[in-house]
């Protein structure tokens, strides 16, 4: 539940409207710590890629626009629309009703602004009381922004990317393998002395997964190494 009324849930004069905002900043508040947490996680080839962006942009004398163009491609490509649309991003299910709708938008409105360093005004004045998040957080998007463009070391890279891409590794190593072996004649297959039982082991925990629908079979595999 989203906690926050969809009928012009910020603008002053409903009853409502006080409740409803700060029931907003902590939405926002949650967001932002997932993001920022995120990091940890970030993909090493954009660390690269945002790395070299922001190296030429500071050589340049530019840095500043290193930033637009970083939160430009991160947050306005990935991010909000992931807040705003879960559903199109598997994150949900299902897609949000109104009232959680609303407020996924109103989330993705406030990150946005942030991501874009500006203030609410204007026509969205009754978001301006938002305004004390966005100048609150600019030192931790400037964090944030440092980090996911810091280049990981080489060694911590291979691991990094050893442990997110295992599970589907030997997922495709198993069903090249398992094909494979079909077209060899016994006698080659006795040669490769434990490989059939290895594979026949992969082949039932694929078929435990798929029977308990609780995980998939690259996660079923990695408990095997």
């Known amino acids: 539940s989203s906690g926050i009324n969809a009928e012009w849930p910020l603008r002053p004069g409903g009853e409502d409207y006080t409740t409803n905002q700060q029931n907003m900043r902590m939405k926002v508040d949650k967001a932002w710590a997932l993001i920022l947490s995120s990091y940890t996680k970030f993909p090493p080839d954009l660390r690269d890629l945002f790395g070299r962006i922001r190296e030429r942009c500071e050589k340049a004398g530019r840095a500043e626009i290193?930033?637009?163009?970083?939160?430009?491609?991160?947050?306005?490509?990935?991010?909000?629309?992931?807040?705003?649309?879960?559903?199109?991003?598997?994150?949900?299910?299902?897609?949000?009703?109104?009232?959680?709708?609303?407020?996924?938008?109103?989330?993705?409105?406030?990150?946005?602004?942030?991501?874009?360093?500006?203030?609410?005004?204007?026509?969205?004045?009754?978001?301006?009381?938002?305004?004390?998040?966005?100048?609150?957080?600019?030192?931790?998007?400037?964090?944030?922004?440092?980090?996911?463009?810091?280049?990981?070391?080489?060694?911590?890279?291979?691991?990094?990317?050893?442990?997110?891409?295992?599970?589907h590794t030997l997922a495709s190593l198993h069903s090249f393998l398992t094909e494979r072996i079909q077209s060899l004649s016994p006698k080659e297959k006795e040669d490769l002395e434990g490989l059939p039982e290895i594979l026949q082991t992969l082949d039932a925990a694929c078929e435990t997964a798929k029977k308990e629908k609780s995980t998939d079979c690259d996660s079923a595999l990695i408990p095997l190494l």
């Open 66 to 167: 290193s930033k637009k163009l970083i939160t430009g491609s991160i947050f306005l490509r990935f991010f909000c629309p992931a807040i705003m649309s879960p559903s199109l991003f598997n994150l949900t299910n299902e897609y949000p009703g109104e009232k959680v709708g609303r407020c996924l938008i109103l989330t993705a409105k406030v990150i946005q602004n942030l991501a874009n360093f500006t203030k609410f005004g204007g026509k969205e004045e009754y978001m301006s009381f938002m305004n004390e998040f966005v100048e609150s957080a600019i030192p931790n998007m400037d964090w944030f922004l440092s980090n996911i463009s810091d280049p990981l070391e080489k060694e911590y890279k291979a691991t990094e990317l050893y442990n997110s891409n295992i599970g």
